[in-house]
């Protein structure tokens, strides 16, 4: 049997985990499992659960834990799955980390916490633009599009996500302190957390966290 394991991507938003998550999931072999954008996929296809979360995404809040609980465990029972997975944005709170502890008893659980500056984060975050076609992620200032709106990768237009508006991220970042910093010393008491200094470029983060979560699983 392949023996699991389970990658966290923690940080706030921000941080830079989406980006580093589709490069990280390719370098360790586990699927990308982002709640994140399954909240967006169940949107796009006007789902109930879509529905559900849009109102507290549009907020900057975070939606239930029973809303996400599920859909994630559901994702994660998905095959691709068996060997494990990367998690970006997931857990977001105490009871989710608990939750998912006991979910996934006897499985190798590493979280790997891209730490950076408050103000950093909120220009990263509203300086974002997202290709409503493709997901795909440019910067105004850090990735900046070849043409002006147009996705570099298949043209579609580019969005200010409503969750990046500046009003949003400024809540956004209160709830992340609130609920989701406790999570840091959570998985450092149990031994399983690695620091990683999120506020350099992207290429010198990445290897750092291939560095740190190749370590560990090979330990
Ligand atoms: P993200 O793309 O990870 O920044 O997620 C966008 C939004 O989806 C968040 O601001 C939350 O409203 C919601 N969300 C994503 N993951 C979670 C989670 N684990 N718990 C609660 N809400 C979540």
Not at 77 to 91: K, R, Y
Not at 200 to 218: E, I, K, N, P, Q
Request: aromatic letters at 4%; one cysteine or more.
């Amino acid at each position: 049997m392949t023996k699991r394991r389970v990658v966290i991507l923690l940080g706030p938003p921000g941080a830079g985990k989406g980006t580093q998550a589709s490069r990280l999931s390719a370098a360790l072999s586990l699927p990308h499992v982002s709640t994140g954008d399954l909240f967006r996929e169940n949107k796009a296809q006007g789902t109930a659960l879509g529905k559900q979360a849009q109102e507290y995404m549009d907020a900057g809040k975070l939606v239930p834990d029973e809303l996400v609980l599920d859909m994630l465990f559901d994702r994660i029972a998905h095959a691709d799955c068996a060997g494990g997975c990367l998690l970006d944005g997931f857990p977001r709170t105490l009871p989710q980390a608990e939750a998912l502890a006991l979910r996934l008893s006897g499985v190798e659980v590493h979280a790997l916490n891209l730490r950076v500056p408050d103000a950093a984060l909120v220009e990263r975050l509203t300086g974002r633009r997202t290709c409503g076609a493709c997901g795909n992620i440019h910067h105004v200032r850090y990735s900046p599009p070849k043409q002006e709106g147009s996705c570099d990768k298949c043209g579609g237009a580019l969005v200010v996500r409503s969750d990046d508006r500046l009003e949003t991220v400024t809540r956004r970042l209160a709830v992340y302190r609130e609920q989701t910093l406790p999570l840091e010393g959570w998985y450092r008491q149990r031994g399983v957390l690695s620091e990683v200094d999120g506020d350099r470029a992207a290429d010198l983060v990445f290897s750092d966290l291939v560095r740190a979560a190749t370590a560990v699983g090979a330990a």
